[in-house]
């Protein structure tokens, strides 16, 4: 064996001050009904947004989307949801 040396302490340690997770997931419903400054919102705060779509996503995304691609976040239509993430939150498609 080698001399490999791994002090997991201080491993758990550098995680918990690296890993600074805020935000929560919101559940919503993409109708048209939400103004479109409330998701913006939440996903300022570090949120991100897992909406049923019930419509066109094109049209009911559109006074949102843009602010979020501009600003470094992700939008994903996936089986009738829209996930919607702020930046430095990315949704990996590479199962689909």
Known sequence: MSDFDL????VEEHIDDELEIEGS??????????PDGEWLEAISKGNVLVLNVE???????AGFAR????????????????????PGVDVS???L
């Open 7 to 10: 002090d997991l302490r201080t």
């Open 25 to 34: 997931i919101v559940l919503g419903t993409l109708d048209g009904t939400t």
């Open 55 to 61: 419509g066109d996503v094109n049209e009911l995304a």
């Open 67 to 86: 602010d979020i691609k501009e600003s470094g976040g992700n939008l994903v239509h996936f089986r009738g949801f829209l996930l919607v993430t702020p």
């Open 93 to 95: 498609t590479d199962r």
